[in-house]
């Protein structure tokens, strides 16, 4: 059973970079024809699709956050990865890594199948 879990740092400072890591357990990121995708939820806010990164290396930003955004992978070792630089306190939120069948089409978690259990970022001076 393919399972996914986030980690990184719980804090950051503005201006920081954010870096998380998405390890996947139970399977391949280069099996299938996945997604592997970042969303992230801003308190009281609706969810965001950051990126994705498929099965084949492609990668995909969303509109909003790309000029910020980078996501990678390292096939020898299943995990994959995001970067946000220059955080803000409005980039404070609940970070998720995900896998999907497709790129979103109307909201973030379309097509979304399996989901890690969330971590919380908070930035704050």
């Known amino acids: 059973q393919v399972q996914l879990k986030e980690s990184g740092p719980g804090l950051l400072k503005p201006s920081q970079t954010l870096s998380l890591t998405c390890t996947v357990s139970g399977g391949s990121i280069t099996s299938g024809s996945w997604y592997w995708t970042w969303i992230r939820q801003p308190p009281g806010k609706r969810q965001e699709w950051m990126g994705s990164?498929?099965?084949?290396?492609?990668?995909y930003y969303g509109p909003f956050l790309k000029s910020r955004t980078s996501i990678s992978r390292d096939t020898s070792k299943n995990p994959f990865t995001l970067q946000l630089i220059s955080v803000t306190p409005e980039d404070t939120a609940e970070y998720y890594c995900c896998r999907g069948s497709h790129l979103p089409i109307q909201v973030a978690a379309d097509g979304i199948d399996l989901w890690g259990k969330g971590i919380l970022v908070t930035v704050s001076s």
């Open positions: 990164i498929a099965y084949d290396g492609s990668i």
